[in-house]
């Protein structure tokens, strides 16, 4: 292997580990804020790492696919409303030491003849790099100066939760439809569950999806869950696959097999939606 060959294998390696590892350090408390009736609410922001860690926040609109995916936009589609102008947030950038925390405090402020329906954007949390020691810019050039070879990573990894004004009368409904039992894939051995979650209304839905069988003999056995999914407005629909688990050498049986859609446990766990399949 060439050296230069082999310094880009290694800043992949070393990036996807500081990625992973960045990701777990940072704690978000709720992961979801909705404003309601409310003008006030927080974001508690902990750091479970080992080194202090420096996040730069932001608000940043989004838009969300078809498979639960997003991408940033700047201007809106049809449909779309943006809640960023009407909310203000402080500190814009915080340095949490390892095992602290820190508040972010977020004020919302409507604009007098603001229109009824779901405005949504999302708070950011970006990772900001660390401007010294063995990992800076100005280390790595005197290592090259000296001749060396020299692998410089800076991994700006974060979060982001959705931040949702409702004004005046807003409703979701939801129904799940195309239920499909995908085989077995290195991915998912024990088969899949494929879906379509169906919005209407002019709110939002969130909730947990979860899948259960329950056999001839009328024993029911869970075999998967997703906590907190949602299909934003103005989606009409969201894709779903589920991973199946099965105890380990044991076929799916045959009976029905269900799908259900609720409210968050701390939301009271609604029935939203449900679905099932025969299975032969």
Same mark, same amino acid.
């Given at each position: 292997?060439?050296?230069?060959? %082999?310094? *880009? !294998? =290694?800043? /992949?390696?070393?990036?996807?580990? &500081?990625?992973?590892? +960045? $990701?777990?350090?940072?704690?978000?408390?709720?992961?979801?804020?909705?404003?309601?009736?409310?003008?006030?609410?927080?974001?508690?922001?902990?750091?479970?790492?080992?080194?202090?860690?420096?996040?730069?926040?932001?608000?940043?609109?989004?838009?969300?696919?078809?498979?639960?995916?997003?991408?940033?936009?700047?201007?809106?589609?049809?449909?779309?409303?943006?809640?960023?102008?009407?909310?203000?947030?402080?500190?814009?950038?915080?340095?949490?030491?390892?095992?602290?925390?820190?508040?972010?405090?977020?004020?919302?402020?409507?604009?007098?003849?603001?229109?009824?329906?779901?405005?949504?954007?999302?708070?950011? %949390?970006? *990772? !900001? =790099?660390? /401007?010294?020691?063995?990992?800076? &810019?100005?280390?790595? +050039? $005197?290592?090259?100066?000296?001749?060396?070879?020299?692998?410089?990573?800076?991994?700006?990894?974060?979060?982001?939760?959705?931040?949702?004004?409702?004004?005046?009368?807003?409703?979701?409904?939801?129904?799940?439809?195309?239920?499909?039992?995908?085989?077995?894939?290195?991915?998912?051995?024990?088969?899949?569950?494929?879906?379509?979650?169906?919005?209407?209304?002019?709110?939002?839905?969130?909730?947990?999806?979860?899948?259960?069988?329950?056999?001839?003999?009328?024993?029911?056995?869970?075999?998967?869950?997703?906590?907190?999914?949602?299909?934003?407005?103005?989606?009409?629909?969201?894709?779903?696959?589920?991973?199946?688990?099965?105890?380990?050498?044991?076929?799916?049986?045959?009976?029905?097999?269900?799908?259900?859609?609720?409210?968050?446990?701390?939301?009271?766990?609604?029935?939203?939606?449900?679905?099932?399949?025969?299975?032969?």
């Amino acid at each position: 292997m060439t050296p230069a060959l %082999f310094v *880009r !294998v =290694a800043a /992949a390696l070393a990036l996807a580990v &500081l990625a992973q590892t +960045a $990701r777990a350090d940072l704690m978000l408390f709720p992961t979801r804020i909705v404003f309601d009736k409310q003008r006030a609410a927080q974001v508690e922001l902990m750091n479970q790492g080992t080194t202090p860690e420096t996040y730069r926040i932001s608000l940043v609109n989004r838009r969300m696919g078809p498979n639960g995916e997003f991408t940033p936009i700047t201007e809106p589609g049809p449909g779309e409303q943006f809640a960023d102008a009407m909310l203000r947030f402080s500190p814009h950038q915080v340095t949490i030491p390892p095992g602290g925390s820190q508040i972010v405090r977020i004020l919302l402020r409507k604009p007098a003849e603001l229109a009824g329906g779901e405005y949504r954007s999302h708070l950011q %949390f970006e *990772r !900001v =790099a660390e /401007a010294s020691g063995a990992s800076s &810019l100005e280390d790595a +050039a $005197r290592r090259n100066a000296a001749g060396g070879l020299s692998v410089t990573i800076n991994a700006l990894v974060g979060a982001s939760i959705p931040v949702i004004v409702r004004q005046g009368a807003t409703q979701g409904r939801v129904s799940l439809g195309e239920l499909q039992l995908l085989p077995p894939s290195p991915a998912a051995p024990g088969g899949s569950v494929s879906l379509q979650m169906l919005r209407e209304g002019n709110a939002s839905v969130y909730g947990d999806l979860e899948v259960s069988i329950t056999t001839r003999d009328g024993v029911t056995v869970p075999l998967a869950k997703a906590g907190g999914v949602a299909v934003y407005v103005p989606n009409a629909a969201r894709h779903a696959v589920l991973p199946l688990q099965l105890p380990e050498g044991r076929p799916l049986p045959a009976g029905t097999l269900k799908v259900s859609y609720r409210e968050r446990p701390e939301a009271g766990a609604r029935l939203l939606a449900e679905a099932s399949l025969a299975l032969p």
